[in-house]
């Protein structure tokens, strides 16, 4: 069975319907786990963060598993020019195990240093936008789906969308018991059309202004705190058109996002922009177009006079939510509706509908005006109702709306390593799916060198090069490949990565130890991280810290 082939060149006699980008940065967020390997002499080893283990596996496996299990075969991976080495290698091991790439091809793009340390996604995107020829997946190596969140599913939500969204982003659910983990964020969602209309970087404000513009266009905005980024998003050809225009937009979920979404409802933006800017038209949207099939509203199935991509824009209705589609109160949605006649109407504005977010602060379901975000009501409005009106020539604007897809934690618990809180959870998440799908004992050949008396949990992973003494307990960890485990170890709730060495009698309870580490005798480690090449003294008692080699 042969590894995933490498390519520098895109030479190729056919166009992929897609092209995905792996973004595998520094990840300093995650230091000390990242930090560099002192080998001596001055000289050092990079720790890539896309190598760092989930579940007994190199971070970067997860996503690209995913690309593979949906048939996504061009694979680019952005990394700093000094981990390319490391993660090359890594990729050409996989085979060695049970992981096989070998219906996929990855072509490396590498950053000097300074450029890695500096530049965000749309810079890269930017700064590699010549080597795209198709839509984008943009992902970064740290997202890790559940089995029940399939990128295929997410692909064909865009594929058979008859008004194609600019971009599709996805938004997973908040765990609640991640440490350490991103603030929240407010965004604004279009259930109807499935759009993300809102981003909220403010994230210190009190209050909460919202355009008048973006509610003519979308009276039933939800607004919530619930969801988090995955920088997970299905990204059209022409938007890099727009990307390159916007130099001063470096990041995309901090800058660009937040700038595209307003653009079906912000004239201005649409005027100064998109002046020269063509939107191809897909070939099933123009087939729908001239579709003599009556097509039926999405709420009540009553027929409608026009197509969806149709070309006249004055039958944009402006209507509620019927209450068959208002959100459950049980907590499997966002929030609770009073009734409108509780509520401030304001004249000429739409059906006006205001729900209180069910983890504080206040959520605007179809409302004009700025909500306090600890409930106040304010009428400081901003926009005008002319801003809805479509382009009298150029792009339609409810063709440049930014698509959503949301996935909730009953579903399956999906999340970032982006940070040591969330590598933890992910971990722990990896474990609890790998003991639910033990399917027996693992084969001798497999299994790893265990001593008499040697305990170890079906919630935990062993690599099969491993060896483990006599009498030692090792109860939902995760154990690397090289790892030599002492005599009477009591290990728990561990990630303990390659090539550590732990002595006889050391105990490790809910830490995180790096590769090339040494845990001396009697140790004993409680909520500590430990740096690449860290060496802990016999007899040792830490708690809580957080350890380099300098």
Known sequence: ????????????????????????????????????????????????????????????????????SAGISDIRVVCPASHKPLIHEALLRSDESSTSFSHVGITF?????????????????????????????????????????????????????TERPLLKALLYERGENVKDGPDARLYGIDKRSNSLVYVDNDEGEEELEIEMSLLWRYPNTHLTRRFLDSHVYIVRHVVLELINQRESLESFKEDFLPWVCKLPYRKSHRKKYLR???????????????????????????????????????????RTMPSSMAPSTDGSDLFKSPEPSQLPSIAGSPPTLMRQFSSGGTE??????????????????????????EEEEGVRPRLLRCGVALHRMKDGYAGRANTIGGYFELNRQALAAAAAANNGPVPTHLAPT???????????????????????????????????????????????MDYVEIKDGAKLDNSIISRNVLVGERAQLKDCELAPGVTVQNESSLKGERLSQW
């Open 364 to 389: 605007i379901h179809s409302g004009k005006g700025l909500m306090g975000r600890g409930g106040g009501l304010g009428l400081g409005m901003t926009g005008n109702k002319e801003d809805d009106g």
């Open 276 to 318: 020269n800017f063509k939107l191809p038209r897909d070939a099933q949207s123009t087939a729908i177009n001239y579709s003599s099939i009556p097509f039926r509203d999405p709420y009540d199935g009553r027929k409608l006079p026009f197509s969806p991509s149709g070309s006249d824009p004055g039958l944009m209705r402006l």
């Open 1 to 68: 069975m042969s590894g995933p082939h490498f390519s520098h060149k895109a030479n190729r006699s056919w166009t992929p319907e897609f092209q995905a980008v792996i973004l595998a940065g520094y990840g300093t967020s995650l230091q000390p786990l990242t930090n560099d390997l002192s080998t001596g002499a001055a000289s050092s080893v990079p720790t890539p963060k896309a190598l760092l283990p989930v579940g007994n596996m190199p971070m970067i496996f997860h996503p690209i598993q995913w690309l593979q």
């Open 109 to 161: 793009e590498t950053l000097d240093d300074s450029e890695a340390a500096s530049l965000d996604t749309a810079d890269i995107l930017r700064k590699f936008s010549n080597k795209f020829v198709t839509d984008l997946i943009v992902l970064p190596c740290d997202f890790i789906a559940p089995k029940n969140l399939s990128l295929s599913s997410f692909l064909n939500d865009y594929r058979v969308d």
């Open 450 to 496: 265990y001593g008499p008396g040697a305990q170890i949990s079906s919630d935990s992973q062993v690599a099969r090069s491993a060896r483990i003494g006599e009498r030692t307990s090792i109860k939902k960890s995760v154990i690397g490949s090289h790892c030599m485990i002492g005599k009477n170890v009591k290990i728990s709730g561990c990630v303990i």
